[in-house]
T-cell receptor, first 113, second 114 residues
Framework: DQQVKQNSPSLSVQEGRISILNCDYTNSMFDYFLWYKKYPAEGPTFLISISSIKDKNEDGRFTVFLNKSAKHLSLHIVPSQPGDSAVYFCAASPYGANSKLTFGKGITLSVRP | SAVISQKPSRDICQRGTSLTIQCQVDSQVTMMFWYRQQPGQSLTLIATANQGSEATYESGFVIDKFPISRPNLTFSTLTVSNMSPEDSSIYLC???????????FGDGTRLSIL
């Protein structure tokens, strides 16, 4: 039973355009959500997070939106840059950021120059 | 954020052998975790490494197969015991330091079993 789902395995976007990466979850107990970026041969790097008491969190070019009623979150990257090309993982936790994380399978983002 | 060093970065092992993976952090941290990423799959939590006591294992993972030590607040080891080809994965250490700080990951150990 996959509790965090990233249904699109890949996304290709033109440089300068917006990238929208989607994530759905099934467990109503999740109250904290994170996005990680992963380059080949490296560990996941924390990107941005959001608590369930918010519906939006912004950090520079990265914005995460949370729709609790739909159990859906999305990561927006504007503008997209070639260096953003990586695998993006959505993760969720019922007890805050530093407890057990449940990850999706990841989305491979390719930003074309 | 903390600097996390994992050793070895990769290894190729024979079936039936065991390998110990080390995770060293450059500062004391409250929480340390071990994850596994099988090919084409998401990261799955194996266990939480508790300092001075037995690790807390997730469903589907047992101490006999994945013994974990955490002798202090900066170091932990994960042993993959009696390896089979199904254990071929990336094993990752992560750390967190209380509050609502996010977990940070090491670069992982890429393990292949022949």
């Amino acid at each position: 039973d996959q509790q965090v789902k990233q249904n699109s395995p890949s996304l290709s976007v033109q440089e300068g355009r917006i990238s929208i990466l989607n994530c759905d979850y099934t467990n109503s107990m999740f109250d904290y959500f994170l996005w990680y970026k992963k380059y080949p041969a490296e560990g996941p790097t924390f990107l941005i997070s959001i608590s369930s008491i918010k519906d939006k969190n912004e950090d520079g070019r990265f914005t995460v939106f949370l729709n609790k009623s739909a159990k859906h979150l999305s990561l927006h990257i504007v503008p997209s840059q070639p260096g953003d090309s990586a695998v993006y993982f959505c993760a969720a936790s019922p007890y805050g950021a530093n407890s057990k994380l449940t990850f999706g399978k990841g989305i491979t983002l390719s930003v074309r120059p | 954020s903390a600097v996390i060093s994992q050793k070895p970065s990769r290894d190729i092992c024979q079936r039936g052998t065991s390998l110990t993976i080390q995770c060293q952090v450059d500062s004391q941290v409250t929480m340390m975790f071990w994850y596994r990423q099988q090919p084409g799959q998401s990261l799955t939590l194996i266990a939480t490494a508790n300092q001075g006591s037995e690790a807390t294992y997730e469903s589907g993972f047992v101490i006999d197969k994945f013994p974990i030590s955490r002798p202090n607040l900066t170091f932990s080891t994960l042993t993959v015991s009696n390896m089979s080809p199904e254990d071929s994965s990336i094993y990752l250490c992560s750390v967190a330091d209380g509050g609502n700080q996010p977990q940070h990951f090491g670069d992982g150990t890429r393990l292949s079993i022949l």
